[in-house]
């Protein structure tokens, strides 16, 4: 895939950019190892007075990056400006938490005594240089909840980001520089894929952390795994979404709407399947697909655009073969499903029903916004269909039946449980997933401390 800024509204090639040559490749990762030796001895102060500077930077920058961003990949203009604002939000809670995080631990004092000890600390240290390998669907945010932490635990990062987001790129490594960052705390890789288990394998990356596709987690993994280096996974999801007798019918319907298409429902934690029991089936489908009827489809330029272009051909080409499978299988289309002809990579919101689990979109990730509606006819029923996925990034439940929710976060096989609400991350709560949705967490403290080395400091009596 070239290294190249194509807009997804029209089809037209921007910009095309020639990758690393591997002299250039070569000088970025010593120069990542060499400020790694001077930065990890930096003070949580200076690490935070720079972050949040960068945070200022990007408050100023965003109208322009958010343009970048919509250009790029196609999300509406207005969700690329909150994006932007998302960003810098989570780089003033690291800069504000980190230190507290990361602050040294003293284990309880009769295990102190009992291992011999006059005093015992654990305390994180960074590892080095960390690889990140990022996608297109949050070009900023997906980047910057791995580096804010990173950064502040005194790693560097190098960045290989998704081949169609090239100006993105390059903004984020320019905004830290700007910030005043030591030159190599952050890097930007302009490679293709093919350059990725080279610079995996060096010894001076430490790590490595990618939020992507299957496939591309098991490439990466099997590599770190090799070199037996650290890794975290985030590898998209296809989560449900329950709604249970006692829920609020309006709200429910109304909330799932935008947890579908957020992003033109190319979030990994986007709701993608609906399961809704028999006794307000009818009232939440015929609401649900009342408002994915009534979404603006359109320029993602425009304010008033809800779903803009898919980001690429190939991505609406996969997602219509998912929705030709399900219908060749006797699913029924309640809205959408065949796409409008003209310029730019659009497709209209969907929804299905009749779904079985011989379908192609029953078993794999929708990327894009189609959303699958299944009847059951109890809360049994309703875990048996949340869990018969391979996924496991987040979930969704709409009930007010305190019984019912024990019962759904005791037995989802999920990350996360959104009880009455949708699925959102935070800086302050860790975030990631399980089965094939990946392992380890970002954000929180869980997420700061994945790149870590937790050392135990014994002092003898």
Known sequence: MPIATVNPANGETIKTYDALSEEETERRLATA?????TYRTSSF?????????????????????????????????????????????????YADHAAELLADE?????????????????????????????????????????????????????????????????????????????????????????????????????????????????????????????????????????????????????????????????SCIAAKRFIVH???????????????????????????????????????????????????????????GVRAEGPGWYYPPTVLTGVTREMRVHREEAFGPVATLYRVADLDEAVAVANDSPFGLSSNVWTRDATEVDRFVRDLEAGGVYVNGMTASHPAFPFGGAKRSGYGRELSGHGIREFCNITTVWHGA
């Open 278 to 336: 028999t006794d307000v089936f009818d009232a939440f489908a015929e609401r649900f697909t009342e408002g994915m009827k009534a979404l603006k489809v359109g320029d993602p330029m425009k304010e008033e655009t809800d779903v803009g272009p898919l980001s690429s051909k190939q991505g609406r080409r996969d997602l219509e073969e998912l929705v030709v499978d399900a219908v060749e299988g006797g699913a029924t289309v309640l809205c959408g």
């Open 45 to 93: 102060d200076e690490r935070a007075r720079l972050l949040r500077r960068a945070a200022d930077l990007l408050d100023e920058d965003t109208d322009a990056v958010a343009r970048v961003m919509t250009t790029e990949m196609g999300k509406p203009v207005g969700q690329a400006r909150a994006e932007a604002a998302k960003c810098a939000k989570a780089m003033r809670w």
């Open 106 to 266: 003293e284990p309880d004092e009769s295990d102190v005594k009992d291992s011999g000890a006059s005093r015992v600390l654990v305390r994180y240290r960074p590892l080095g240089p960390v690889l990140a390998v990022m996608p297109w669907n949050f070009p900023l945010w997906q980047v910057i909840r791995f580096a804010a932490p990173a950064l502040m635990a005194g790693n560097v990062g190098l960045l290989k980001h998704a081949s169609n987001v090239p100006q993105t790129a390059l903004y984020l490594e320019d905004l830290f520089h700007r910030a005043g960052f030591p030159e190599g705390c952050f890097q930007t890789l302009l490679i293709g894929s093919g350059a990725v288990e080279g610079v995996l394998r060096d010894p001076r990356v430490r790590a490595a952390t990618l939020t992507g596709s299957e496939p591309a987690g098991r490439s990466v993994a099997s590599v770190a795994g090799d070199e037996v280096k650290k890794t975290v996974l985030e590898l998209g999801g296809s989560d449900p979404y329950i709604v249970m007798p006692s829920a609020d019918i309006d709200r429910a319907a109304k909330t799932a709407v935008t947890a579908r298409v957020q992003n033109t429902g190319q």
């Open 33 to 37: 190892e060499s400020t790694f030796r």
